[in-house]
């Protein structure tokens, strides 16, 4: 039998030891290195897969922006499409808006306008209501008031009617109260009055008034009977 020899043995293992331990000399010097060396690789690893995920998400927002945009603009393809396929309906529809808008400013103006008509209408009603056939007895001679559509001639009148309710005199005509209301119209004037306007006429200036008309020619009344409502 073939025996090796003891020598070759002991080379054999020496040799497999020695590499074994430079390989841990090496290690146990480098060992700092090859530290730094993986936490490198490491944080490598985790940046790519961070980036990787990044621009996933990026490109999947893009992609959900653009789809937004893309609709949004169909949308308004779509509205104007309609729009330019009923012109008529579109038209009409503005015209409507456009004529309720002046229907109801007509309403208003024709309220208001009509507020203030009746507003003008009470306050002269009220007027009326205080002065129609007003007549005061004042010193000498009476104060009398003009209403709506009143002049001085209709103030005489009133004067005159007051004086002959309190001092009768049969022989007056009509023709005679028309030259009466006449005679004190030219001493008081022919100027236009307004509602309210307040005139004193005294009892002396009737009485002459009516002196005057009992000196008229009977050719003279009668012609004053035009006038008088006999």
């Known amino acids: 039998m073939f025996k090796v020899p003891e020598e070759e043995i002991e080379s054999s293992t020496s040799d497999e030891k020695g590499w074994l331990g430079k390989i841990k000399d090496s290690i146990y ?23 990787e995920n990044t621009g996933t998400n990026s490109t999947e927002t893009a992609n959900q922006e653009e789809a937004a945009d893309t609709e949004g603009e169909a949308t308004e393809e779509a ?6 396929e009923n012109p008529e309906e579109s038209v009409e529809a503005e015209d409507k808006v456009v ?8 309403t208003t103006t024709q309220t208001t306008e009509e507020t203030a008509r009746q507003t003008e209408e009470t306050k002269i009603e009220e007027t009326n209501t205080n002065t129609t ?4 007895n004042i010193d000498e001679g009476y104060k009398v008031v003009a209403v709506k559509g009143e002049g001085i001639t209709h103030l005489t009148r009133k ?11 049969s022989e007056l005509t009509a023709s005679h109260k028309v030259y009466i ?50």
């Not at 004067?159 to 005199?169: G, K, R, T, V, W």
């Not at 005294?202 to 009668?222: H, P």
């Open 181 to 230: 209301e006449d005679y004190l119209q030219n001493r008081i004037g022919s100027q236009g009055i307004e509602i309210g306007h307040a005139e004193d006429i005294s009892k002396a200036s009737i009485e002459e008034a009516i002196a005057a008309s009992k000196g008229l020619s009977q050719s003279s009344l009668d012609n004053l009977k035009k006038y008088t409502l006999e």
């Open 79 to 84: 509205n104007a499409e309609e729009e330019t």
């Open 159 to 169: 004067a005159l009617n007051q004086y002959l309710s309190e001092n009768n005199d």
């Open 133 to 136: 056939n007003a007549v005061e």
């Open 29 to 51: 010097q480098n060992w700092q290195t090859i530290l730094v060396a993986l936490i490198v690789l490491i944080v490598g690893i985790s940046a790519y897969n961070y980036n």
């Open 99 to 106: 004529a309720e808008q002046e229907q109801t400013q007509e």
